[in-house]
Every structure is written in structure tokens, then in C-alpha cells.
């Protein structure tokens, strides 16, 4: 399997931003998938899970501004950001892994595939 996340870029504090991540290889729609990011000097942090079935869950300092979503037929998994934060500052990453695998899902070490990342900087 193979990631791409685009949509990075700089925003204001306040603002939106939507980041992207396309799929190729395996089978999309029975995978797991999630946002990380990582901040310089700090270690990679959940940000949101999406399940194949759709449920979805978020770590707690986005809960309520951020938006997970997939969409099967496209083989692709969506990150709706707004009232961004300065603290929002990352590499957003998206992963991907066996929906059927036990373990937690805002745990990075649950995930089998990795995209390259793309950067969001939020300015204050």
C-alpha cells in the first residue's frame, strides 16, 4: 500500500485547511485509516481514526475542529481542519492498517502503511 497526503500549507490562526490522502495497492475499503502529525521535538501524536464502516474518533486536542472521511471509490481519506491554532503547527501523516487488526487505533504502532507527510504551518 501506498499513501499520498497532500493539501499542507500555511494558514492563519482561525482559518481552514483540508488535507488529502490517496490510497493505491491493497484493498482501500477494508482498511483502517488515520491522521498522526508530528511536531518539531515532539513525538508523533494521534489526530484522528476512521474504521471502514466510517466511525470515526479524534484525539482530544481536535475534537469538535476537525473532520476525518474517507470516500471507498475513490481509495481516498480526508482531514477537514478549521479554527486552526497556531499549536496545530505539524507534518500531518496519514496511515493505513488491517481494520480487523486488534489494538489501538490512535496508537502509531497499530499502523502498517505510512504516507510521506505534508506539512501545515498556522500562523498567529
Known amino acids: 500500500v501506498q499513501l499520498q497526503a497532500s493539501g499542507g500549507g500555511l494558514v492563519q490562526a482561525g482559518g481552514s485547511l483540508g488535507l488529502s490522502c490517496v490510497a493505491s495497492?491493497?484493498?482501500?475499503?477494508?482498511?483502517?485509516m488515520g491522521w498522526f502529525r508530528q511536531a518539531p521535538g515532539k513525538e508523533r501524536e494521534f489526530v484522528a481514526t476512521?474504521?471502514?464502516?466510517?466511525?470515526?474518533s479524534y484525539g482530544d486536542p481536535v475534537k469538535g475542529r476537525f473532520t476525518i472521511s474517507r470516500d471507498n471509490a475513490k481509495n481516498a481519506v480526508y482531514l477537514q481542519m478549521s479554527s486552526l491554532k497556531p499549536e496545530d503547527t505539524a507534518v500531518y501523516y496519514c496511515a493505513s492498517r488491517n481494520d480487523l487488526r486488534i489494538g489501538d487505533r490512535s496508537d502509531p504502532n497499530n499502523y502498517e502503511y505510512w504516507g510521506h507527510g505534508t506539512q501545515v504551518t498556522v500562523s498567529s
Open positions: 495497492g491493497g484493498t482501500f475499503s477494508n482498511n483502517g
Open positions: 476512521i474504521r471502514r464502516g466510517g466511525t470515526a
